[in-house]
């Protein structure tokens, strides 16, 4: 109880600024955490973005804040850290990141930017590199711009990181990419 009081103090003052008349840290006897007003994650933003986008009035609002949620992802959620709700956070988020890629996506191929589209696909597969279905976007897009050459390298370096990762390649684990491979 010594050691944890000396800690929580030891916090407070190096989380200490004068913008928050003291330290951003709260404590009492049964919890110690971060006065949310005072602090900002990419979480946070995220959330918040994706909360904006789904009660935008307009497509282009909506879109707009899907970008800006997209822009701030990281990946994985604590990464280095295993817990159920650790797990259970980073899969909801990873499939929210899915879902708003996916619509902006859409997005641009509605509306005949298939470059764009491919941009944000491509971003897809740089922060979930090992997703078939982000794979799979950049392959098809690729196909419609008119690059078969790049779609099969895309196949090749998506096979190479399974097959570094999980010690199999794509023909194995992935039977659509390797139907769209052959296109």
Request: charged share 25%; aromatic share 10%.
């Amino acid at each position: 109880r010594n050691s944890l009081s000396k800690a929580v103090s030891s916090l407070r003052q190096q989380l200490s600024f004068p913008e928050c008349n003291g330290s951003v840290l709260y404590a009492d006897k049964f919890y110690v955490g971060l006065i949310p007003e005072f602090v900002s994650t990419d979480v946070a933003y995220f959330d918040a973005q994706l909360k904006m986008a789904y009660s935008a009035l307009s497509t282009k609002e909506r879109i707009s804040h899907l970008i800006e949620a997209v822009k701030v992802y990281q990946g994985e959620l604590l990464p280095e850290f295993y817990d159920d709700w650790i797990e259970t956070e980073k899969l909801r988020r990873s499939e929210q990141f899915e879902a708003a890629v996916q619509e902006i996506v859409n997005f641009h191929e509605r509306t005949g930017d298939l470059m764009q589209a491919l941009h944000y696909a491509r971003l897809a597969t740089k922060v979930e590199p090992f997703s078939e279905i982000a794979c799979e976007r950049v392959m098809r897009l690729l196909l419609a711009v008119g690059q078969p050459t790049e779609a099969l390298r895309e196949f090749q370096a998506f096979s190479n990181r399974l097959k570094q990762r999980f010690g199999q390649d794509a023909k194995f684990l992935s039977p659509r990419l390797c139907s769209l491979k052959e296109q």
